[in-house]
């Protein structure tokens, strides 16, 4: 399993939301370029990087930033946060090599399978942010997870991989920045309905014990942000998963 260290990026600094929750947001005192020449020096080939800037303004703000991450990092890099247009995700895809798409695969369905036919399915990231409803039935959210679906997360799935789908990043969004384990049974149920996809756990990774048991469930990847900022897995423990194919 990979592990992928996560920056959210806001007014240039490394920050974390809780829930998505802008209005409660934990600042880091580490620049962001810096820190991913850290986590590259550790041993990590990809980086996930979200332009919370553009996330709240529909257009990326951030991608000068973002290229020199890049360039002084020499990561592959999985960018996300307001492209919401064609320009801006041509623009994004000349400076990373995945993009995230994650409203839109409700909101504009059409755009998103056009896109795969355009792009191909390893240049694309979908995003399915999930709460779970009252009989457990993970529901896509929408709009920085402000706003519920209808549509579910095998939904979501089925509808594109006809298009090429291959990369789904799925967040328990009551999990997220809480550092309160990730929601296991709901990304084991994900790879036995989808075994085809390449998943990305999101939300509530704690420590290498959580990276543990992901990866003995099959899990192909995992995104983390929080634990590794705040030092719950050292470099030694998370050596063996940045390295992993």
Request: hydrophobic share 45%; charged share 20%.
């Amino acid at each position: 399993m990979l592990l992928i260290p996560a920056i959210d990026i806001r007014n240039g600094r490394c920050v974390r939301l809780f829930q998505g929750n802008f209005g409660q947001e934990t600042r880091y005192a580490v620049d962001p370029v810096e820190l991913a020449a850290e986590y590259a020096a550790q041993g990590a080939t990809w980086l996930h990087v979200v332009d919370l800037d553009g996330a709240a303004s529909g257009s990326p703000v951030n991608l000068p930033l973002v290229e020199r991450i890049r360039q002084a990092a020499n990561l592959s890099i999985q960018f996300g946060g307001g492209l919401r247009s064609d320009p801006d995700l041509a623009a994004a895809l000349e400076v990373v090599q995945r993009v995230v798409i994650g409203s839109l695969a409700v909101k504009a369905p059409a755009t998103v399978e056009r896109w795969f036919g355009e792009y191909g399915g390893e240049r694309l990231t979908l995003a399915l942010d999930v709460r779970l409803d009252e009989d457990g039935v993970p529901r896509i959210t929408t709009h920085g997870w402000t706003q519920a679906s209808e549509m579910t997360l095998w939904e979501a799935i089925d509808r594109y991989t006809p298009f090429g789908l291959r990369h789904v990043l799925c967040t328990d969004v009551a999990r997220d920045g809480a550092l309160t384990g990730p929601n296991f049974e709901l990304y084991t149920q994900c790879k036995r309905h989808a075994p085809h996809i390449v998943l990305q756990a999101s939300g509530g990774v704690r420590d290498v014990a959580d990276l543990q048991r992901l990866a003995s469930a099959g899990i192909d990847s995992a995104i983390s942000g929080k634990a590794l900022l705040e030092g719950r897995m050292s470099a030694e423990e998370i050596r063996s998963f940045l390295q992993s194919a």
